[in-house]
RNA sequence: GCGCGGUUAGCUCAGCGGCAGAGCACCUGCCUUACACGCAGGGGGUCGCAGGUUCGAAUCCCGCACCGCGCACCA
């Protein structure tokens, strides 16, 4: 054979050519543009009948650049968009970005420190400015990066979440909001980043399991009209005593009964303040003394407002004391402020006891900040309403016993489990603070009138601002990111306009994400689907793993663990594996660089897009964490990928080599045996892929591939190539078809290098016009119909098959036992057994293909019962010896090549193992209540394998006893 | 504290009521004209522990242990 220039091949898969090949195709061919366009025309060759399919992409911040968890989420993605396209849905995937308020307005402030400007003295509007100057330049990488994962967008749809378009949609949600009463203003404790000088949602604080370790002091508050007596508080925050308003002790508690309704001296201000009675102190806790600090905890808020206590705030923006406290506190920040309280509390003689303590401290998702809780006017959304609403769409109903799912939902989860979580959350649910006090993000659509503290809402100005502007001022404060957010599948097809996308694409099908973002996208998305529409936004959410590094941790940026997707993509040196690591400076540095030069002294080889793909979607099972390592790529993705290179390329040279054109001969058992598996494996991919099971779509992919296909078909294959023109032919159209099919299979996984085969092979499929009938329409792969899985499947065939396959292994393992050369030709003759009817016969159909894999000068086939041995193989020949097994029985003649006494020990190993089986299925037999209580095709089944064993078991006894006849 | 996952071969994981599986790693033999990123063969597991249900349990139920994740917070 030659692999000459008709082949089209390269001997070897270069991943880089291959991708920017398949760019230019499918771009220019505008492969992933929806059948109807944004404006509502249909392409000039579209077809408006195909249902929509249409996923949004989780938005990546505009700060962002491409990691793991991004890969494979869009893989996902992209993997369903393509087999809808390719199923004839009308698959439209919306790319876009999200403005990150509080992250990006830090990362350009960072830039304009570097530059030695201070934002606050730019001012508002100019630092706005540079803001969106940085995202022109920097804020499409991680689309970019996005292409280079193969991601079929219809890239002229892409949004970004301040677009005016989509910030229309927000002013109008709030206005809508606020007019039902489900936004609302109002004063209240809410959590407080000190470093970014904003307020944050609940679900934007963290608190670590255990706690912190802290302190807790026990503080003498000694009583106003008799300091000889006092109380004593305890407290994990003696520096915001300054803010206390009262005492709090509960009702029934004996030993403070007598205190309520006087009043003590609150130490280090002199300020006297009552005692208080109250439930919601618990006695267990410290001294079962409480004190109330309205303004900086959230239970003493409550507690005030019971009680009618003004709250007192002592705390700046920045969490240093303000001028509410003693003049020795102003200006220090909140630690140091402790460390002088508790010195200024000792030196009083007023601090009783100081105990170690674990405290629950919460801190800021992204500063990672201790929260401030901070009474402050903001702006909330009203969720409980919203939560209930959403609640019934997923089939909750609310009972004497709380919520209960009553019924099926209209959402499905995949993984299944996922909807608890989600219910959970719902129904403990609290309002959302969406006030932020930064710049970046879309300003509050509400006016303060100066005089009288009227607040005037629209989506535009509205009118009686625009009468008399001087008298308003509109909000300071900017909405959470997540308020643009949770409108994003509704926005970006054009909502609240009446567009032809929104008609058409809305609601979405699927949405893929991480569960991370559970309750801070998924679950308010559907709120406001709900309240907006009416509609959920997407009928399956799939919450895929979260990246593991190779010892089990969460891949992160600041510990340097992460395995980069662009370097699993293009290669990386050794220095640019190792400078993640350099940068993050994790405790563990040393050793991470130590692996890192063992592992890959010389860099790592880039894998390319197809690879990464494939080894991501291989892994993606349906538990919750996915372990990776750089080495996996190479493990999985790219081993497999260059074996569907080779296998393609096998198949193209032997279309190259066989006749152009005469006729096509009759398919042979292996040819209809292959297609009836190609069939198997189209259905348990289609099945997979509906499933949301991608680990099952790569397997399945991968084991037809390796094991039916290469392993062999395309052996079987090398024999009926040289076996007459007509025959070659035959086989050069399955192998051909089939590859096609398999392309076609594994394209949504591996959309490059699919493309690429199937270029060639389709084009050689014509040249010597091998279709058969099949001939796919489309040129490109990707616009290809995908096979529908119902082809039809010869099971009986693939059985016998099967028994096929283990005589030929079982003529390699005789040959291997017995210490004969592999090159060693033997000859077989095949006795067939009765429990596998047509099994000779296929043996004989395939007798010159079988030879040549298993080494044989003949095979000769007999019926059941036996036709009389040809010499030399009968009874009694010297070195004569079996394979048994339960579909026939292979005799062969080993001579004195052979080493007999292994082969005793070989035979006695199986009969041991026949032997056990046979006992426990035996004993099972004759177990009454195993008759009696099993299924009757079990018991059924249970005595054929019995029947099989004993006539093995004798067949082998019979084999041993030659054996050791022959000595 | 409450909830959710996980614990199966040295490693990564499938299997989820009726013979313990795959890939990698390991051992042996092969450069067989698609592929040594390969081919053929092989060894390796009391399925975390302890009970129960069942004719039968890796699989279902109840505890326990350990690992991971989420929610809550008694100041």
């Known amino acids: ?169 927000v002013r109008t949600v709030f206005k809508a909001l606020y007019d039902r009463g489900l936004i609302y203003r109002g004063k209240r404790v809410v959590n407080w980043c000190p470093v970014d000088r904003t307020a944050l949602s609940d679900d934007e604080v963290e608190t670590a399991p255990e706690g912190e370790p802290g302190h807790l002091w026990s503080i003498r508050y000694p009583l106003a009209d008799d300091p000889r007596h006092h109380l004593t508080v305890a407290t994990t925050r003696p520096e915001t005593l300054f803010g206390d308003v009262a005492v709090a002790v ?7 009964r007598g205190f309520i309704g006087r009043r003590v001296q609150l130490p280090l201000t002199g300020r006297v303040i009552p005692v208080i009675a109250d439930s919601g102190v618990e006695r267990e806790f410290g001294t079962g003394c409480l004190k109330i600090t309205p303004a900086h905890d959230p239970h003493d808020f409550e507690i005030g407002e019971r009680h009618g206590l003004e709250p007192l705030n002592v705390m700046n923006e920045d969490a240093t004391l303000n001028d509410a406290a003693p003049e020795a506190f102003r200006g220090l920040d909140r630690y140091e402020a402790r460390r002088e309280a508790v010195e200024a509390l000792e030196a009083a003689g007023l601090l009783q006891a100081v105990t170690p303590h674990q405290v ?65 959350w719902l129904i403990e649910i609290r309002d959302w603070t ?138 990386a040196t050794l220095a640019e594996l190792k400078r993640p690591v350099e940068e993050a400076r994790p405790t563990n540095m040393k050793e991470l660089l130590r692996r890192v030069e063992r592992n890959f002294p010389d860099g790592f080889e880039g894998v390319g897009a197809d690879a990464l793909r494939f080894t991501l979607v291989r892994l993606c099972s349906e538990g919750q964490e996915m372990r990776l390592s750089l080495s996996k790529f190479h493990e999985i993705g790219r081993r497999f990928l260059t074996k569907l290179w080779n296998a393609s390329r096998f198949a193209l040279i032997a279309l190259d080599e066989i006749d152009d054109e005469g006729p096509l001969g009759e398919p042979q058992a292996e040819d209809r045996w292959i297609v009836s598996r190609a069939n198997a494996c189209a259905s348990e991919v289609r099945r997979a892929l509906d499933s949301f099971d991608f680990a099952a779509v790569g397997a399945v992919l991968y084991r037809f591939v390796w094991n039916d296909f290469c392993d062999w078909y395309v052996e079987l294959a090398k024999v009926r190539l040289r076996s007459g023109p007509e025959a070659a032919r035959r086989t050069a159209a399955t192998l051909g078809g089939v590859l096609s099919d398999t392309l076609h299979l594994l394209h949504p996984v591996t959309p490059f290098v699919t493309e690429h085969l199937f270029a060639r092979l389709r084009l050689a499929m014509d040249r010597k016009d091998l279709w058969d009938g099949e001939r796919p329409e489309a040129d490109l792969l990707t616009r290809s119909a995908f096979p529908d899985g119902r082809g039809r499947r010869d099971r009986k065939l693939e059985e016998r098959f099967e028994a096929l396959q283990r005589l030929v292994s079982g003529v390699r393992k005789l040959r291997a036992d017995a210490g004969l050369p592999p090159d060693l030709r033997l000859r077989v003759r095949v006795e067939e057994s009765p429990d596998l009817p047509g099994f000779g016969a296929l043996l004989a159909e395939c007798r010159e293909p079988v030879a040549s894999l298993a080494r044989l000068t003949s095979v000769s086939v007999v019926p059941p019962g036996g036709a009389p041995s040809p010499p030399g193989l009968g009874p009694g020949a010297a070195g004569r010896v079996s394979i048994v097994d339960p579909a026939f029985e292979a005799q062969t003649v080993l001579g004195e090549a052979g080493d007999l006494e292994a082969l005793r020990h070989r035979v006695e190993r199986q009969l041991g193992r026949l032997g056990k089986e046979r006992e426990s299925t035996r004993k099972r037999l004759s177990n009454p209540g195993f008759l009696a209580g099993a299924d009757p095709a079990v018991v059924e089944q249970a005595r054929g394998r019995l029947a099989s064993l004993e006539d093995q078991t004798e067949r082998l006894r019979e084999l041993a006893g030659q054996l050791g006849g022959g000595r």
């Open 1 to 169: 054979m030659s692999s000459g220039p008709a082949a089209g091949l390269a001997t070897r898969l270069d991943p880089a050519a291959v991708e920017a090949e398949g760019w230019d195709r499918w771009e220019s061919a505008r492969a992933f543009e929806t059948e109807v366009d944004p404006g509502g025309r249909t392409r000039p060759d579209g077809d408006p009948r195909r249902e929509p399919f249409t996923i949004v992409i989780p938005p990546p911040n505009i700060t962002g650049r491409l990691h793991m968890g991004h890969a494979l989420n869009n893989t996902i993605q992209d993997v369903l968009i393509r087999y809808r396209r390719m199923e004839g849905r009308d698959a439209l995937w919306v790319p876009g970005t999200d403005h990150a308020g509080i992250s990006t307005q830090t990362v350009v402030r960072k830039h304009l420190d570097a530059e030695g400007v201070d934002y606050r003295e730019l001012g508002r509007d100019a630092f706005i400015a540079r803001v969106w100057e940085w995202r022109e330049e920097f804020g499409g990488v991680i689309l970019e990066q996005l292409r280079k994962l193969g991601a079929s967008c219809d890239y002229r749809r892409t949004r970004f979440t301040m677009d005016e378009g989509l910030s229309r949609a």
């Open 250 to 256: 509960h009702p029934e508690d004996a030993r403070y």
């Open 360 to 424: 629950p401290l919460g801190r800021a998702q992204r500063s990672g900040a201790p929260i401030e809780y901070r009474l402050s006017d903001q702006w909330f959304v009203r969720m409980r309403p919203l939560a209930d609403r959403a609640l019934r769409r997923s089939g909750f109903e609310k009972g004497e016993a709380g919520w209960e799912k009553v019924r099926e939902g209209e959402l499905r989860f995949h993984p299944a489990r996922w909807e608890q979580v989600y219910a959970r």
């Open 434 to 571: 969406i006030s932020r006090q930064i710049w970046w993000g879309h300003r509050i659509p509400a006016w303060h009138h100066r005089e009288t503290g009227e607040v005037a809402v629209g989506v535009e100005t509205p009118a009686e601002v625009l009468a008399d502007p001087g008298a308003w001022r509109q909000d300071e404060d900017v909405l959470d990111t997540w308020f643009s957010s949770w409108l994003w599948p509704m926005s970006t097809l054009g909502w609240p306009d009446d567009t032809p996308d929104l008609a058409r694409y809305f609601p979405t099908s699927v949405l893929s994400t991480d569960k991370g973002i559970l309750f801070f996208w998924v679950a308010r998305m559907n709120f406001a689907g709900i309240e907006m529409t009416d509609r959920l936004p997407y009928r399956d959410v799939y919450i895929h793993p979260t990246v593991l590094d190779e010892r089990g941790a969460v891949m992160s940026k600041s510990k340097g663990n992460g395995v980069d997707p662009l370097a699993v993509i293009n290669g």
